[in-house]
């Protein structure tokens, strides 16, 4: 166990569907993260929050929205998604800026999505 | 912009015996992060080793070492005394050293799929 927590951990949805994936993490980091882990393919940084505000948003589509209401908690809400986006949504946190003397990544087990 | 690449899709290892993983990137920089994770069947990536390029010393960890080839721009994961815990999926990433908020700017490998043989 890392500190970070995803909810659900298996998620099925159909397109016109809308969903929220859930981050939590309860080890003080300042900055968060989301990746997409596609089979056969190098994970994806989709968005990164420090200090709940948005720092990077790596070309991802309007149908994945991220939000981040405190330091502590990160949100994915998903809309009319597409079978392409069936993937391991991975959530990581750390402690980022100039004082930070280790900036290794915590993961989370990731919440398996599943498109129909 | 810079890419790593993990040529082993699959690897395997008989139990107690001692693998290799290769990585190679590819970057113009001089000053950066490389990273081992291991992401096990829970799916939790949990980080097994880390190496600064200007460290000269491969980075140790109990039964985990790396063989960082700068000018060959490479970056080998060596396993000894293989357990099956070792089991896993292993990435190779790669993290620029500039800016004040590089630790986000990870580059992933694809992923090499280790299986430890009884």
């Known amino acids: 166990e890392t500190g970070v927590t995803q909810t659900p951990r298996h998620l099925v949805m159909g397109m016109t569907n809308k969903k929220s994936l859930k981050c939590e993490q309860h080890?003080?980091?300042?900055?968060m993260y989301w990746y997409k882990q596609s089979a056969k393919k190098p994970l994806e940084l989709m968005f990164v929050y420090n200090f709940k505000e948005q720092t990077e948003n790596n070309s991802v589509p309007s149908r994945f929205s991220p939000e981040c209401p405190n330091s502590s908690h990160l949100f994915l809400h998903l809309h009319t998604l597409q079978p392409e986006d069936s993937a391991l949504y991975l959530c990581a946190s750390n402690q980022q800026g100039v004082l930070a003397t280790n900036e290794k990544l915590f993961f989370g087990s990731g919440t398996q999505l599943s498109v129909l | 912009a810079q890419t790593v690449t993990q040529s082993q899709p699959e690897m395997s290892v008989q139990e107690a015996e001692t693998v290799t993983l290769s990585c190679t990137y590819d970057?113009?920089?001089?000053?950066?992060?490389l990273f081992w994770y291991k992401q096990p069947p829970s799916r939790q990536m949990i980080l097994v080793i880390r190496?600064?390029?200007?460290?000269?010393q491969n980075a140790t960890e109990n039964r985990f070492s790396v063989n960082f080839q700068k000018a060959a721009k490479s970056f080998s994961l060596k396993i000894s005394d293989s357990q099956l815990g070792d089991a896993a999926m292993y990435f190779c990433a790669y993290r620029s050293e500039v800016g004040e908020t590089s630790g986000s700017r990870l580059t992933f490998g694809e992923g090499t799929q280790l299986t430890v043989n009884p």
């Open positions: 190496q600064e390029a200007y460290k000269q």
């Open positions: 080890l003080g980091h300042n900055a």
């Open positions: 970057t113009s920089e001089s000053d950066y992060y």
